[in-house]
């Protein structure tokens, strides 16, 4: 029997294919994925296996083409058991589902994901204690694979990426935030010392499609010297993900001069007056920098961005802005030359203390959000359990 076999006879195609133009199946179907899903993370919490809901049409038709036999999962090895039975089940009730079994996969992708932060994924490259290398800078010039992940600790380092196409993870419990973050990579550079402003970078990216997660970032060289640049984090190619990050600095936290970047569910905590984004784009061309439901807080005066060059474009969206973002929001380059004739510095449904007041008139408030899957070429790279 085949699964059209499980449909009335105006869902099948005359070829025997299902039809994927008819709705009614839909709601019906979902609604029995939902309590699939609320049964497997149910079982995931106590620890133990549960019965999925059965398709009792498809069960009457054909049980074993369906979801298989009525019996509940063997007890076993309830912790991968199940996740392969409940997975089978999901796949098996929703093959003609087109995007609503895209849906699901991704429900069940984060639900790995989660488990996976808290320990190292296999065939990572570790850093840490009992990792393989004792610092994250010296764990990315091993190219044997392309996932690194960085046991809990503080590390004082200066990691510069050159890979690209890699992932970083940070251990964490909490994987689609940064309140778990037990991992902090941090350095007391300025420009003035290091040589140049991407130099003081605490973490540097000149590699596209590299991703970062639950990582704590931080340049807490301050301000001792007047307007000195001291950089948490730096990109300069390519395209950026950044996801449960808590980045820390005073001048130019944030500085980028090329590439797209996509920071959410992320921290920005400042320690001193300064700006937060530098964006260097000098032309009308397709990059993007994208801060979207995080939180800005801290100490001092903390704009929301300068423009480095006068086509920089930089957006907060659904972000809480707190007490240490001014009513202008948003800064010149300087008194004689404010490099504002092409910004777009724009923002939407922001909240919090440093939302409110009248913004800087070279700023913009937006309409809508901006989607980062009509902004960008490629969305393949951005991780998707976080959007």
């Not at 899903?37 to 995931?44: C, K, L, Q, R, S």
């Not at 910004?343 to 203390?353: D, I, R």
């Not at 913004?359 to 408030?365: G, I, K, V, Y």
């Not at 309409?367 to 998707?384: C, E, G, K």
């Amino acid at each position: 029997m085949t699964w059209a076999g499980c449909l009335s006879a105006e869902q099948v195609l005359p070829n025997g294919h299902v039809n994927a133009n008819v709705p009614s199946i839909f709601a019906k179907r979902w609604r029995r994925l939902g309590e699939s899903i609320v049964t497997f993370a149910a079982a995931a919490r106590n620890n133990r296996t549960a019965r999925l809901p059965v398709h009792e049409e498809c069960f009457r038709a054909a049980p074993h083409d369906c979801h298989g036999p009525r019996e509940p999962p063997a007890r076993h090895d309830p912790g991968v058991a199940f996740v392969f039975r409940a997975l089978s089940s999901l796949l098996r009730a929703t093959l003609f589902e087109n995007m609503q079994l895209i849906r699901a996969l991704s429900f069940l992708s984060l639900a790995f994901f989660v488990s996976a932060l808290s320990s190292s994924p296999a065939g990572a490259i570790t850093v840490g204690p009992g990792g393989k290398y004792s610092t994250l800078s010296a764990a990315v010039k091993d190219t044997s694979s392309s996932v690194y992940f960085v046991f809990s600790g503080t590390y004082t380092d200066t990691v510069v990426i050159t890979r690209p196409n890699i992932k970083i993870f940070g251990q964490t419990n909490i994987a689609n935030s940064y309140t778990g973050n037990t991992v902090t990579i941090t350095n007391n550079i300025p420009a003035s010392i290091a040589g140049s402003n991407d130099a003081s970078g605490t973490v540097q990216v000149h590699a596209t499609n590299v991703s970062l997660y639950n990582l704590n970032i931080a340049n807490t060289y301050g301000k001792p010297v007047v307007q000195a640049q001291a950089i948490a984090l730096s990109v300069q190619d390519g395209l950026f993900g950044g996801y449960g990050l808590k980045i820390t600095g005073d001048q130019d936290t944030l500085l980028a001069n090329v590439g797209t970047i996509w920071i959410t569910n992320s921290v920005i905590n400042t320690i001193g007056s300064g700006c937060i984004t530098a964006s260097g784009r000098s032309s009308a061309d397709a990059f993007w920098y994208v801060i979207d439901h995080s939180t800005v807080q801290g100490t001092g005066t903390a704009y929301l961005g300068r423009p480095w060059r006068d086509f920089a474009r930089v957006v907060f969206q659904h972000s809480t802005l707190g007490s240490n973002v001014p009513a202008a929001g948003w800064s010149v380059w300087n008194s004689t030359d404010p490099q504002t004739d092409h910004v777009t510095f724009a923002e939407y449904e922001n909240s919090g203390p440093g939302a409110a007041g009248v913004r800087a008139n070279f700023s913009t408030r937006l309409s809508a959000p901006v989607s980062i899957f009509t902004v960008l070429n490629s969305t393949s790279w951005i991780d998707r359990a976080f959007l």
